[in-house]
């Protein structure tokens, strides 16, 4: 994602949980720091997944899993680090082909957990039709990493016809939704704090890349996908308009928050707007094939709760705007740090 | 690598510093944990890279990167990751195609670390001639994880002719070594605890695909490539012998043990052929073709060294044995567990 302030760093700062949160810091350490020290020059959208050179038609994309607790409802950090980056391939388009998994495990942990978290990153894989084909495992002393932190790496085929971007969005392309928001950061937040909301909210992690596959015959008029996690869906709407220079309206009456969500936010003071997601995509879609788009989200089990949520609009400044319930227009904002560390 | 004595391991047991360490203890967890967790039964050798499904003669290859000083003489996380993954695409016949970078840092990291670190990741990623394509990064609060762990995945393309694998040596191959042994584990150990010997040892640490592309014209002769880090030559050498199920001999005189590493080592109680290397390569290469790719080794600086050190043998047993100067065999055996922690 593209930051909306990129001032340099001085040397003397030091890194924030928020600067892997996938908000604004997040963006700023990206701009100023880790893409000029790698020598690539920032010149185009950061995409959750990037094409392989050659004409292969090949995506690749790498995501760290430093979830914390390991286990929580809904899944684990073995099947998110796998629906997690069978997601990113998606967002591009792209069927999963072969992961490969890398393993940083501190000494100490049970046999047991390591076994119960790699059981269900196989059962995950295989469930997405995809082959975990290579890996990798280092065992640091006690102290020196908590517990269990997963990469995992996903190589992916394009599916012909879909070429999404977070770049092509286009004024007027109407913005859908997969399915309800919140779920998967309260659910390991309640997890994790013991705040009693484990028994109504699980996390909704699940493979997505046959919602993409769904929208194969939209092609290219499927313009953008994305996963909301990180940052929630304020980050990926508001990464998706600075990087379409496009704004965004949506209606909040039209955004599905579960009531134990809801709730859940109420009691924490959290914003359901920007709890990680990791389950459910928006997608930006040209008018004339909304319908079709929504139709082939709804005839999936992970999509039956699709709707349409906004639109994009032109507007130089990419701004992102709420119609509130009361009729009010609230600007959403890009989430500055973090809100909820250790999520995915 | 294929464990000697695949024990199931009981739910009672926990992680120790070996199970990381590339020896017997990585061997026993990857058969009877990893792979059946993962539900990829063992049915052939473990190499370096995998080749993707399809028809792409593509490998991948992932490796998380824990070692600690951050900084050593000869490299540093950054290099040592780029290089580790470009060796291990390399050790399959193939040349790096792209890479991705996963980062896991501990909040409070000085700027000028990651910086320093990142610009390093990427001066090894041009001078390696490989673009790193995508990444990502989350931090983790203090105390959760030791400073700066990476993980690099990359993607290669096989040099056309070349099929090179751990389970393709032959009784009579010529058993070839690039380099010296034991500078890159002697270094990081003598950072790490101050033990006086940073002026006269540097890591090895350099990308070996060069060497591969110069053994091309050998084609099909070539029949295994190694690279010797964690475990080093001793576990290289038995990895091949089982998964080929051939002997090894090898003469002592003729593995080079620069003078400072086999000092370093008599006064730490370390077997230099244990110790990590991050620069040099073994090569099984057919009887007949021995001195072409010897040549062709040489013909770049960083196979300047290279020297024949031994012979595949029959034996049903796949022992490693060397001739010690004295004359006498000596059984080298397979690590058991960890000697240098953390080394890359």
Do not use: W
Request: net charge negative; with cysteine; aromatic share 2%.
């Amino acid at each position: 994602m593209k930051s909306h302030c990129p001032l340099p760093h001085t040397e003397g700062e030091s890194l924030l949980l928020g600067h892997g949160a996938g908000g604004r810091l997040t963006g700023r350490l990206l701009d100023s720091l880790v893409l000029p020290a790698l020598g690539a020059v920032p010149n185009g959208p950061l995409e959750d997944a990037a094409l392989l050179p050659g004409d292969y038609e090949l995506v690749l994309s790498t995501d760290p899993f430093v979830v914390s607790p390991l286990f929580f409802p809904g899944g684990d950090i073995g099947s998110l680090a796998v629906h997690g980056t069978v997601n990113d391939l998606a967002m591009r388009g792209a069927l999963p082909l072969a992961l490969s998994l890398a393993v940083i495990a501190e000494e100490g942990l049970p046999f047991g957990e390591l076994r119960a978290v790699l059981q269900s990153a196989g059962k995950a894989a295989r469930d997405a039709s995809v082959p975990v084909l290579t890996g990798d495992t280092k065992v640091v002393e006690r102290g020196a990493a908590d517990r269990l932190f997963l990469t995992t790496t996903g190589v992916g085929r394009r599916i012909p016809g879909l070429t999404p971007s977070a770049g092509r969005a286009r004024p007027q392309d109407v913005v859908l939704l997969s399915g309800p928001i919140g779920l998967h950061g309260t659910a390991v937040l309640s997890t994790r704090e013991g705040l009693g909301f484990e028994a109504a909210i699980a996390s909704d992690s699940c493979p997505l890349h046959r919602l993409v596959e769904a929208l194969g015959p939209c092609g290219p008029a499927v313009h953008t996908l994305r996963d909301p996690t990180r940052g929630g869906l304020a980050a990926a709407l508001n990464e998706i308009a600075s990087a379409s220079s496009v704004g965004v309206e949506v209606d909040e009456a039209a955004i599905p928050v579960p009531a134990p969500v809801a709730g859940a936010c109420d009691l924490l003071g959290l914003d359901p707007l920007i709890v990680a997601n990791e389950g459910c995509l928006v997608a930006f879609v040209a008018p004339e094939h909304a319908d079709e788009a929504l139709a082939a989200l709804r005839s999936l089990p992970e999509g039956s709760d699709a709707v349409r949520i906004g639109r994009a609009t032109e507007d130089p400044a990419a701004r992102v705007v709420m119609r509130t319930l009361m009729g009010a227009g609230r600007v959403v904002d890009m989430p500055l740090g973090e809100q909820l560390p250790r999520i995915c």
